[in-house]
């Protein structure tokens, strides 16, 4: 990666365009040069529709189809065009795990980046010997397998055998002793963002003090010769470099916030009363669990477009940037 | 040359031999050779404590020497046990057999998943118990065979209640409730472990007031929750509910009753015969202080309803054995062995004239004066759709057990049973 040591000048810049021969003075040799990087990308893109594209495309072709045990076993395609979807946008239901969805992944991923970024910035520094033994523990926590980790962190909160209320026991807090932490659906989220913002931190605070180390130390001095404080020097100069590593990792953050089947269904199946279902666990519930296949897949593609448009907005600086950089 | 050519045929002749069987829906596709069904095996699935290893052996070794044939038992959980087999119901090589709830039967009858068991009836179902045979019929067809029925009853720890100084086992609900109370003043162990969603025991709470979970309205069925008879046995489970530290939002499977119990510091709780097994398995020393007796009910000459669990065998209709499995259920279903069912796990056998085999059985003992009253929920295929995850009937529970009235738990979870009632099939 190259360091820049200044802000970009805001007129174009100087830079010479490759592809800036004529058309006719390209040589055979060239061409099949070009080719090659279609020829390494293949692979990937072949992965990518296979492994995705084809269960998309399948997922689509359910979600217009009245598909329940019956029709499952016996093999029989029923269509019935948009009837679940206007079953789905029509229900409350939908709008309400929507809702419930979006402020789930704000609350996460603002913790996330929040307490990432203040263990990054830590990281950077830190002595050798600590930022090493902080490091291998936050390569630990994201190395976890997700399953084993949600595991563990049932166990944690059991009522009865779980060691966080034996602790709140312990600590004088008696009340909390047969505390059922699964009862109510602000403290089942309580245990599942625990759990997440857990998983996540490492990401965040690893890359962000991978992004500090880019920073020359010169810039420092420099400010501080100008007289600027701690904050100073860090809105001045460290705030502008880690910028792009924030936008990253935000986007990178929701997708994988949102989408956290696996955490919010083992923890409590998305209980108590439904109350915690989240998008992708509603459109379990409904498809698989309810063996109503086809409302699933409408609930899934819906899935898809609520986080497309979420991330729409980083999507468009991505694009700009790339268009830039041209 | 002439040997491949041999094979070449041999070849041949298999595939058209079971394109023939894929066609066939019929009961004759694989009609048994010279040497019987050599080579072939039947896959059965049977659901977890279900049928002990023993009987398994024989069955297999009688299957075998009939037929010689062989057969696997692949054993299945409860949780989740209707999506698997949907899955596998509609895939190449289903399961030949399968024990299925006797309550989910009439959904699966439904799909067309299950063969039509017709010949095994007038074969050897003439006798099979009217009332256990009567989840097996759909729309007038045989779809499935009686296997075994069982309902719960009380699993206390002698120990504990001798502790407490109790010397007789109770005949009435009052009496059961008095001896928990003395075990929770006088011994430092829980009354008893009664989850909040052990909806199996509720429903059975239910059956004994007489009260219906659903009603018809018009030409569907409606939750019938919001029944003054529900809430009455809602609040008899509440009031037992109480005695209990365990979660209320929890079944009895989460943590496994029977676990807990074998910590030895529980007084009772309510569960299957074989719930006892998973206890000695968890903790040896416990065997000698289990003992059982039937759930007393309001008065001393009645016991309290119970659900009437139970299983069905049935056949896929997309297995290409379906001679072979009819074999297999002739031998499993035989009086030899369902008599050594019955034995063996202390369940009620498909046949009044098996039920000797009960005889000095504690579990059956206590288990059997509550059968005749037993029931089951509604044997409607729209019925399967409710027992789903999240089960609206243990939501209503739960609700009930964190201080909403029966009325209005009944209210909040209406809309979510009638949807799943309504739902289109």
């Known amino acids: ?152 962190y049932q ?59 880019t920073i020359p130390g010169e810039l420092y001095e420099a400010a501080a010769l100008d007289g600027a404080g701690a904050w100073k020097s860090f809105t001045t100069v460290t705030l502008p470099f880690l910028r792009p590593f924030l936008y990253a990792t935000t986007f990178l953050e929701v997708i994988w916030i949102f989408k956290a089947f696996v955490q ?54 991505v694009l700009k940037q790339e268009e830039d950089e041209l | 040359m002439k040997r491949k050519l041999i094979t070449a045929i041999g070849v041949a002749a298999m595939l058209v031999s079971v394109a023939a069987c894929g066609g066939d829906d019929g009961d004759s596709g ?183 979970l659903v009603k018809k309205d018009g030409d569907k069925y409606v939750s019938n929750l919001d029944d003054p008879k529900v809430a009455a046995a809602m609040e008899t489970y509440k009031k037992f509910q109480a005695l209990s530290k365990a979660p209320k939002d929890k079944d009895e499977a989460t943590p496994q009753q029977a676990e807990v119990f074998a910590k030895g510091n529980v007084g009772a709780f309510i569960g299957m015969g074989w719930e006892a097994g998973t206890a000695i398995a968890a903790n040896k020393k416990i065997e000698s202080d289990i003992g059982y007796f039937t759930i007393p009910g309001a008065t001393a000459d009645k016991p309290e309803g119970v659900f009437l669990g139970g299983s069905n065998l049935a056949v896929a209709a997309g297995s290409k054995k379906q001679a072979l499995a009819n074999e297999f259920l002739k031998i499993a279903l035989s009086d030899k062995y369902e008599g050594e069912l019955a034995k063996l796990n202390g369940v009620i056998p498909n046949k009044e004239s098996l039920q000797t085999n009960l005889t000095g059985n504690a579990v059956a003992e206590a288990a059997a004066p509550a059968a005749a009253g037993g029931g089951t929920t509604p044997l409607i295929p729209e019925w399967a759709a409710v027992e789903n995850a999240p089960n609206p009937v243990k939501t209503y529970m739960t609700a009930v057990l964190n201080g909403k009235t029966p009325a209005e738990a009944a209210k909040q979870v209406e809309s979510e049973f009638n949807k799943r009632l309504a739902q289109q099939q």
């Not at chain 1, 009363?273 to 498809?287: H, K, M, N, Q, S």
């Open chain 1, 1 to 152: 990666m190259t360091v820049q040591t200044e802000r970009p000048p805001s007129g174009p810049v100087d830079v010479t365009k490759p592809d800036q021969r004529g058309p006719g003075e390209q040589r055979p040799a060239s061409r099949a040069g070009a080719l090659a990087p279609y020829l390494l990308l293949l692979p990937a893109c072949a992965a990518t529709v296979l492994l995705l594209g084809w269960p998309l495309l399948k997922d689509l072709l359910l979600s217009f189809q009245n598909l329940n045990m019956g029709q499952l076993i016996q093999h029989v395609t029923e269509w019935n065009g948009i009837e679940n979807y206007k079953q789905a946008l029509t229900g409350e239901d939908f709008w309400r795990v929507t809702g419930r969805s979006i402020l789930f992944t704000a609350v996460n991923v603002v913790l996330t980046m929040l307490l990432g970024a203040l263990v990054g910035l830590l990281l950077a520094r830190l002595g050798k010997r600590m930022r090493v033994t902080l490091m291998v523990g936050l390569v630990l926590a994201w190395a976890m397998p997700v399953v084993a980790a949600t595991t563990v």
């Open chain 2, 30 to 212: 694989d009609k048994a050779g010279a040497d019987g069904y050599a080579g072939q095996t039947l896959t059965v699935w049977v659901m977890d404590g279900s049928s002990p290893d023993q009987w398994q052996k024989d069955v297999q070794a009688a299957f075998e020497k009939k037929t010689k044939a062989k057969v696997k038992f692949e054993i299945q959980q409860w949780n989740g046990i209707q999506q698997k087999l949907t899955t596998a119901l509609s895939e190449e090589n289903p399961p030949d057999v399968f024990e299925i709830g006797n309550t989910q039967t009439p959904a699966y009858a439904k799909t067309g998943g299950l063969a039509d068991l017709a010949d095994l009836k007038s074969s050897i179902g003439a006798d099979w118990t009217e009332s256990l045979n009567k989840s097996s019929i759909y729309d007038g067809k045989q779809y499935a065979a009686p296997w075994y029925f069982a309902n719960r009853v009380v699993i206390y720890n002698k120990k504990v209640w001798a502790d407490a100084g109790i010397k007789d086992t109770p005949k009435t609900r009052d009496e059961f409730y008095a001896d928990l109370k003395q075990i929770g003043e006088k011994t430092k162990a829980e009354p008893i472990y009664l989850p909040g969603q052990n909806w199996y025991h509720f429903v059975g709470l239910t059956i004994g007031e007489g009260a219906e």
């Open chain 1, 264 to 317: 919010v269904f083992t923890i409590n199946g998305g209980g108590p009363d439904r109350l915690t279902e989240i998008l992708p666990v509603y459109a379990y519930i409904e498809g698989v669990g309810n063996q109503h296949y086809g409302m699933g897949a409408a609930i899934a593609v819906l899935t898809i477009l609520i986080l497309l448009a979420i991330t729409a907005y980083y999507l468009r600086i």
């Open chain 1, 155 to 213: 166990w944690l909160f059991a009522q009865r055998f779980g060691v966080v209320n034996w602790v709140l026991d312990k600590l004088g807090w008696h009340s909390m002793a047969d505390y059922s932490w699964t009862s109510s659906q602000l403290s089942t989220f309580f245990v599942v963002t625990v759990l997440i913002v857990w998983q996540s931190i490492p990401f965040v605070a690893i890359n962000l003090y991978a992004a500090t180390t």
